[in-house]
């Protein structure tokens, strides 16, 4: 569906507009991705300037165009904040022996943590999965000692399957398929 303003809004829940992010999400992103709080389980590669966060913006939109998937902007419905990201990637390149798989993913600032929003947005991500892509299965990987990720995953419905090394560091390794899908939706 689209805006007023002509942007596409991929789902909307009771608090959250998910969106695609735009240009205009730099400043919001910028405070996302140069938290190291924020990513201290992800490699702890923070951006450093707004150059580097524009590069990642321009890569979301490269996959909107490539696969007609990227994440999500989370905007928050009350203030129209930027809140962080989340949705699906079409992962092209192997990671735990799987490629081109939907990945399932967030990020907050943190300041939005602990508010549930990870778990809504997770929610409609997956909807958006198995009801409008039709896909039969959705992974997600989260560094095994993130142990808000893995309740999260857990939350809406994604099983541990493995754990498996990614770049030197232990990661769970996650999956819900079509039918698992199916079995919990009415608690959704």
Request: positive net charge.
């Amino acid at each position: 569906m689209k805006s007023k303003k002509g942007m596409k809004i991929f789902a909307e829940t009771e608090r959250l507009i998910l969106r695609e992010i735009l240009p205009t999400d730099i400043d919001g992103m910028f405070e996302l991705h140069s938290d190291p709080e924020v990513h201290r389980f992800l490699g702890n590669k923070t951006v450093k300037n707004k150059e580097e966060t524009n590069d990642l913006i321009n890569f979301v939109r490269k996959q909107y165009i490539d696969f007609g998937i990227g994440r999500w902007a989370i905007i928050e419905k009350n203030t129209n904040n930027f809140i962080g990201w989340t949705g699906l990637e079409l992962v092209t390149e192997p990671i735990n022996n799987h490629k081109n798989y939907y990945d399932l993913g967030y990020r907050l600032i943190r300041k939005y943590w602990g508010q549930g929003i990870a778990t809504e947005s997770a929610v409609a991500s997956l909807k958006y999965a198995f009801e409008k892509l039709k896909t039969d299965e959705v992974f997600a990987r989260a560094d095994s000692e993130n142990i808000g990720s893995d309740k999260v995953l857990k939350k809406v419905g994604l099983k541990l399957i493995e754990t498996f090394d990614l770049d030197g560091i232990k990661h769970n390794w996650y999956k819900i398929d079509g039918n698992d899908y199916d079995k919990t939706k009415p608690n959704r």
